[in-house]
């Protein structure tokens, strides 16, 4: 089987000093405070031409495959389903990596985990070595490929810590779609365009997200940095006093900066789950067992009473922050 062998369409250096340069204090506070950042122009356009030609040549090649998403239903069954027209492969896999250079090199060096780590000096340890990472990449071939709302790391056993989005699409323009859209929890919802060399870094455990229906032919790939210290068991529960729902202002606030949001986003965020279900999978199979899945998961919710309660005053919360 061949190796990638083109020529680089433009000249580019590999600059791995260039993520400490990039990822400035100002960038890193961002991340640290809001959970997520957005950074363009962040290896250089010569560099993730580089990178766009290789996953092209891949994808030329046959090598990428129907997208696998497993999930499990709330009545104990593991399922796996493909989203339609998303395509990928997981650099872990060497007998493709050691076909493209460029992406071996990615998938190896240390720079990205360091210069990131900076931003969080006491904490959240971001993992080293390639065990601690995952390299992914992405082909959606339009056709309205998406993906509907997710967290990166739902809980334990996920070990997700930052999520790194490296766009390479290079002639995007409004109406093509495939727009990343963050929404961070009872804020307002960012829809970022999936531009060439545009890197959209957030934290796994508590930025909700997912991509809007594309249009035409998309290209990017994902770092995932794990850390030993998500998910600890206090965040993967919901212990609610009622002092604590006395300042709802705090409680809001706090419920922005944890990941136990996740215990409550898809009883905060019910229709937009089951919209963007439907625009991702509504015909294909899976459909109907992700839907069911969602339901169940919201009516069990909702059986609490108090909790409906605080559901239904963070539905108006989250919906007056979008208006604004
Ligand atoms: O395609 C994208 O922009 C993001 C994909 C995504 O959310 C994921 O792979 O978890
Ligand atoms: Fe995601």
């Known amino acids: 089987m061949a190796n990638f062998d083109e020529v680089y369409r433009e000249p580019f250096e590999r600059c791995l000093t260039r993520f400490r340069d990039q990822l400035t ?18 290896l250089g356009r010569g560099w993730a031409l580089a990178l766009l030609q290789e996953m092209r040549w891949l994808h030329g090649q046959g090598l990428m495959r129907p997208n696998e998403t497993q999930f499990s239903h709330p009545n104990g069954q593991r399922l796996q389903f493909s989203k339609p027209n998303i395509f990928e492969v997981d650099l872990h896999d060497d007998s493709i990596r050691n076909r493209l250079p460029e992406m071996n090199a990615l998938f190896h060096q240390e720079a990205l985990v360091e210069a990131l780590a900076a931003a ?7 993992a080293r070595g390639t065990q601690g990472r995952t390299l992914k990449l992405q082909r959606n071939a339009g056709s309205g490929g998406c993906f509907p709302l997710h967290y ?12 790194c989005l490296l766009y390479l699409n290079p002639s995007w323009k409004e109406g093509d779609g495939g727009e990343v859209c963050l929404t961070p929890f009872l804020q307002k919802e960012e829809a970022i365009a999936p531009l060439l060399d545009r890197l959209v870094i957030f934290r796994s455990d508590r930025v909700l997200h997912r991509v809007l229906p594309c249009n035409a032919e998309r290209f990017m790939l994902t770092v995932w940095i794990d850390s030993p210290d998500v998910n600890p068991p206090e965040e993967s529960t919901l212990r609610i006093s009622r002092s604590q729902l006395d300042d709802w202002l705090g409680f809001c606030e706090f419920l922005r900066n944890s990941p136990v949001q996740r215990v409550l986003s898809r009883g905060v ?3 937009q789950y089951e919209q963007s279900l439907r625009d991702c999978m509504a015909g294909a199979e899976g459909y109907e067992e992700m839907l069911d899945a969602h339901r169940s998961l919201v009516s069990g919710l909702k059986k609490n009473r108090a909790l409906h309660g605080i559901i239904e005053r963070l539905r108006q919360t989250a919906a007056l922050a979008d208006l604004s």
């Open 25 to 42: 204090p100002t960038r890193l506070r961002d991340l640290k405070r809001d959970g997520r950042v957005v950074i363009d122009n962040f």
């Open 120 to 126: 969080f000096p006491e904490g959240l340890r971001l």
């Open 152 to 163: 990166d790391n739902p809980g334990p056993p996920n070990k997700r810590a930052l999520t």
């Open 269 to 271: 965020y019910e229709e």
